[in-house]
């Protein structure tokens, strides 16, 4: 900081001065500057929010010292290549054979392992001679377990690329493949999220993986994230880092067409909390700390001026467009666009995290006290799917979130039809959960609250310190008291009660 | 496609059948079907623009051999990693040694060497110890002999990573040297775009390249297009692919403060007609011929509902902040802001294309005949700066374009400010066209058609010869009859006509 200054001392001291001038329009009671847990966002304006930081005058890693104090100033956006297009499975083997793969690794689960999308990939993979094996043991919802077993099979095949075919599960498992052939020392806890794992940064370039979805879910295509249980702890974790992403996704929406109708409507509940919550999100640069190298920087980063456009854009797709592909199977427009929905979810939250939805979610499904298994899931074994655990605190979660931001709140309730123009900023949240509530009971066979899923108030504490260790999302969760862990819990415990029944 | 076919028949021919149920919901008289230049576009339906490809089912590439007839079916979306932030640019030396980079290619031009950008990369650079040289040498609208200088320094350097300060003369020529470092015996033509070179594709992985930009224009650091004269032609041409893109584009608002209002009029004016002309181009789906192979398919692929999301968004802010950004040096949000505008409209031409602004710039800037200078351009040659040569025509070719798709260019008149709520589908060139005319003039210093750079109608024909090398952009340009080369002269010739007064 002070070199930067002593090099051209003028430049330097006007830019300062002219950023404090910008941030002093911002009247001094300005309850941004009092209250963390506040935030202006219009989704357009980027230099009020750089004018934030204290000033923003080239400060540099000089300072790096009091890097965890400084708010972050930077934000960072990272996303594989998306080919889209129904047939485009077929390329698949001209992809691996132009990147020069000899060995492939094919990643699935049996029961893709016998749908039409991995009878196009064999194909496509025979016709251009290229070499490959299918481990088709990926297991839904993956275990540490599952994916130890997995990284074991790669061991002696060695494979110089990947191809995953499937949902998040598989894609997830197969960047956990990837990473651990490229560390073969590495220990497992080594790149695992904070504060259950190590969570060092992901420094080497990995292998190439071409992701193929068959649901429109995860977006996993697209983002650095990977998501397991670490069953030891009771506890879903993951890991995270940009350099975890696919090379390239493929999105064919022939592969989503054999999605059972109550598959459709979990995944795209997905995505519709991919998409509120990252657009809701705390902005980046009320993120702490600043990053000391440019490699730590999170890849849930906080909302952006770039995730916001896709986070947005997502949400507005999957209201129009989810309800029909639920309803009516050869809607193949509607099953279409939620495909293309679930990858752009998957650019915005891939670049600015999500919060509350998803770290309440893992306990709930997790724990899943009474057995539930969901309506319409073809498995022999209880099941609470994420998508269905993800959106039932949705209504709770947003009525709690929306005094940090109304307006964010309001613009996410405008996509949903609601006229906003006499709607007070206080009843935003209100607004909110009414019209998520009502998209939730049009879609059908959704639980009413975590009451329909088998919860009691008795199961509240343990959902509670399930919910703790998320601290990857809590931590960009607006209006959440992070510095005090009583506090927190305190917050956590209201939000698990209110989202009982909606 | 007979193979796909007999692997699942029922699940193919359901999907054909359906598609084809999409389809003809299109009444069978619709224009879309019998005019090429004619296309529907609401930015929103994915599925009713595949089903134009005369049937969706599985096709493969058992069917390649009459690709030349089929049009494109999918899109492919590539960018660099951006970052962005006041400051960031002193990230870059550790940027660098994570990459692992020990002999770093700093590419830059005399006027940057000497500005505060080119100090903060070496004071990072220094502060890491990461080892690297200097090439100053880059020329303003690099010719190829001027880029051959570029990668004759390279060869005994053998850098092994680039980092590229500077507008888009610089992040191109930076390409370039990146390109022919990794392939030492390629000729220079080799990947040329064709037809003026041979345009092979690039199918090695190059070098990292981290590029810096001092401009608010080009959106170079996020393309992978480097643009260049040949000299020996008298033609503006380039190398176009998404294995040229940089490694991670690093955008610091810090690093335009810079730039000369009439330098940053200028290069605004390329971000606006980016975004214009790559939210009007013709769709993806209209392109022929669809690629046999995926690394064929060109970058310039036409519009698509990713690359729409970014154009429309830029050209949005560039509508709104531009206009301040050039008339206070002290407008650092909208300066921040246009700086974000450029990028986002570098991801959406760089994966949709441009068409007849830039197209007909080449030969407006390099024919130059009465050896116009730029106000407030501080060189000592004559210069049409590329935004000015692109601008000038923008009023005439968006009245000529706007009847492929009426929609489109009222939703872009709409985003300059205008009530279209009663404007006549008809009206909707007039309309853009005029608001363009009055967006122009209240710029300041810009002309007002190509008389006033000194060109008369004597020089049309010469104009319309410098367009038609072209190609690649012309075969996106909706309404130009690509089949007949003499329609096709005499369309640009009433362009370049109707572009003298405006």
């Not at 991995?118 to 993979?125: G, K, S």
């Not at 481990?135 to 074991?152: G, H, L, M, R, W």
């Not at 109708?261 to 657009?279: M, N, P």
């Not at 797709?317 to 029909?324: C, M, Q, S, V, W």
């Amino acid at each position: 900081m002070s070199a930067a200054i002593r090099v051209a001392p003028n430049k330097a001291a006007r830019a300062l001065s002219l950023l404090r001038t910008v941030q002093f329009t911002h009247p001094p009671s300005c309850p941004c500057h009092s209250n963390p847990g506040y935030h202006h966002r219009d989704g357009t304006s980027v230099v009020s929010r750089f004018a934030e930081r204290n000033g923003s005058k080239r400060r540099g890693y000089a300072a790096a010292s009091d890097a965890g104090q400084l708010k972050e100033y930077a934000f960072e956006m990272a996303a594989s290549s998306i080919r889209f297009g129904p047939g485009a499975t077929q390329e698949v083997g001209m992809d691996l054979k132009n990147m020069g793969a000899k060995r492939v690794a094919v990643v699935t689960d049996e029961t893709v392992d016998k749908l039409d999308a991995m009878r196009q990939v064999r194909e496509a993979l025979d016709r251009e001679g290229v070499s490959y094996q299918v481990f088709n043991k990926t297991k839904v919802e993956p275990k540490d377990y599952s994916v130890k077993e997995a990284i074991a099979w790669t061991k002696p095949y060695n494979p110089d690329a990947f191809l995953a075919v499937g949902g998040g599960s598989v894609i997830d498992t197969a960047k956990l493949m990837n990473l651990y052939a490229c560390y073969p020392d590495a220990d497992f806890l080594d790149f695992v999220n904070a504060p259950l794992g190590r969570g060092l940064p992901i420094e080497r370039a990995l292998r190439p993986l071409i992701a193929v979805p068959t649901t429109a879910g995860t977006g996993s295509e697209t983002t650095g994230t990977a998501i397991f249980d670490l069953a030891s702890r009771r506890a879903k974790t993951g890991i995270a880092h940009r350099n975890l992403k696919p090379t390239l996704g493929i999105c064919d929406p022939l592969n989503t067409r054999t999605m059972p109708a109550a598959v459709k409507a979990a995944s795209g509940l997905d995505v519709l909390c991919h998409s509120l919550e990252s657009w809701t999100a705390i902005p980046f640069n009320e993120r702490t700390p600043r990053p000391t190298n440019p490699i730590l920087r999170p890849a849930y980063q906080g909302a952006n001026p770039i995730s916001d456009i896709f986070s947005l854009n997502a949400l507005k797709a999957t209201i129009k467009y989810l309800p029909r592909a639920v309803r009516d199977p050869d809607d193949l427009e509607a099953q279409s666009e939620m495909l293309l929905a679930a990858t752009l979810a998957g650019v915005g939250f891939g670049n600015a995290g999500v919060h509350l939805c998803h770290g309440m979610s893992y306990p709930i499904s997790g724990q899943n006290p009474a057995e539930y298994k969901h309506n319409g899931y073809q498995v022999s074994h209880p099941i609470i799917p994420h998508g269905v655990s993800v959106a039932v605190t949705a209504p709770a979660v947003f009525r709690f979130t929306a005094a940090s931001n109304p307006e964010r709140h309001l613009a996410a309730a405008e996509a949903f039809g609601v006229d906003i123009s006499n709607v007070k900023r206080e009843s935003a949240g209100e607004v909110l959960a009414e019209v998520l509530t009502k998209f939730l009971a049009e879609l059908g066979d959704q639980p009413r609250g975590l009451k329909d899923l088998g919860f009691t108030r008795e199961h509240v504490d343990e959902l509670v310190e399930g919910t703790i260790p998320q601290k990857r999302v809590l931590m960009l969760a607006p209006g959440l008291d992070a510095d005090s862990l009583e506090r927190e819990r305190e917050q956590l415990r209201g939000l698990f009660e209110s989202a009982m029944v909606y």
